[in-house]
């Protein structure tokens, strides 16, 4: 069994986003990069294959040389390999992401593909479904249950006021939620035995975005709030507020 995992770096959520002086990406300087934190429950997920059914593991990323930071932290997790799809620059966006993605897997023709179900920079929620179109497999996301049957996966998905249950075969793509597993901390062990674990890097094969950025700047900042102390008597104003100030009725 092959198991791929697709991983990304993200901006840290606690960093402070600035927005840079082309007004079409984020200012770097001082921002803390992170393996993205739904990648962590795909990572955990196929080391537990791995662990469990003897699985050969990739892990694989698309990015610049600072992605491969994702990487080293599938390899401390129990990812065996790793893949780095490299590019120039930041300037691409999901269908790029996508395309390059699935020409690498296509070579490995993996059992099974992980994805976080979206990265928390751009929150789309497209890759995996994009990547399981491109190979012509199904793709389900949001997942918070497996159950592994020979050559059959049964899956729990969370949907709107409720849970959905698919099952599927494999080959397939498979986007992971929080509630699936719990992901490992690294040990020292691990740590140490990651620095091994060479990492193969390809260029990117395919940069025609099929969508740009056009303008980027950060939400307004919320106004003072107003405190109506009469009771009822207040209705009238609150209601002018709601409806000329708020503009929600």
Not at 47 to 76: D, M, P, R
């Amino acid at each position: 069994m092959k198991i791929v995992v697709c991983v990304s770096l993200v901006p840290d959520s606690t960093t402070k986003i600035k927005i840079s002086d082309d007004g079409k990406s984020i200012d770097e300087s001082g921002v803390t990069f992170i393996i993205n934190p739904y990648d962590e429950y795909a990572v955990e997920e196929s080391v537990q294959l791995k662990e469990k059914k003897g699985a050969e593991t990739y892990a694989i990323s698309f990015g610049t040389q600072k992605h491969k930071e994702a990487i080293k932290k599938a390899f401390q997790m129990g990812i065996d390999k790793g893949i780095l799809i490299q590019t120039e620059s930041d300037n691409y966006d999901s269908y790029t992401v996508a395309k390059n993605l699935a020409e690498a897997i296509k070579e490995i023709n993996p059992d099974i593909i992980f994805f976080g179900k979206q990265s928390i920079d751009f929150d789309g929620l497209t890759v995996p479904g994009m990547v399981g179109e491109l190979l012509g497999i199904p793709s389900v996301n949001v997942v918070t249950k497996i159950e592994y049957g020979d050559n059959l996966l049964t899956l729990e998905r969370e949907i709107e006021g409720g849970k959905e249950v698919i099952t599927t075969s494999i080959p397939a793509v498979i986007g992971t939620q929080k509630g699936l597993n719990t992901p490992r901390y690294p040990n020292l062990k691990s740590i140490m035995a990651s620095k091994s674990k060479p990492i193969d890097e390809k260029k990117a094969t395919y940069s025609g975005n099929a969508t740009n950025v056009t303008e980027m700047k950060l939400p307004e900042s919320k106004g003072k709030g107003k405190i109506l102390t009469e009771g009822v008597k207040s209705v009238p104003e609150l209601v002018n507020l709601l409806r000329n100030e708020a503009k929600v009725i």
